[in-house]
Nanobody, 116 residues
Framework: QVQLVESGGGLVQPGGSLRLSCAAS????????MGWYRQAPGKQRELVAY???????NYADSVKGRFTISRDNAKNTVYLQMNSLKPEDTAVYYC??????????WGQGTQVTVSS
């Protein structure tokens, strides 16, 4: 019953910034872990970052120090602030909600392209 709507993707030059948003609808959203995954052409899907219901965060080594995940439970929304973007960050980014290790829902994906 959980649905996710992503926004904020687009084209940006290397070194630039974007902020992705994922708005969720459904019940008991505040108890879930929310996160972002990405998949580049020809590569496996990978976890970018997640934030638990208690506010604990985790990041992939490739984005540490550049990306920040946050959530606003009043708005049922999770954000991914992406700074100092690199061409290697180009991918489709997917929002995810989970309970423990069990995925509850996926977003449809939003394209991020980093290119000069």
């Amino acid at each position: 019953q959980v649905q996710l709507v992503e926004s904020g993707g687009g084209l940006v030059q290397p070194g630039g910034s974007l902020r992705l948003s994922c708005a969720a609808s459904g019940s008991f959203l505040s108890i879930y872990t929310m996160g972002w995954y990405r998949q580049a052409p020809g590569k496996q899907r990978e976890l970018v970052a997640y934030i638990t219901s208690g506010g604990i965060t985790n990041y992939a080594d490739s984005v540490k120090g550049r990306f920040t995940i946050s959530r606003d439970n009043a708005k049922n929304t999770v954000y991914l602030q992406m700074n100092s973007l690199k061409p290697e960050d180009t991918a489709v980014y997917y929002c995810n909600v989970a309970y423990g290790s069990t995925t509850i829902a996926w977003g449809q994906g939003t394209q991020v392209t980093v290119s000069s």
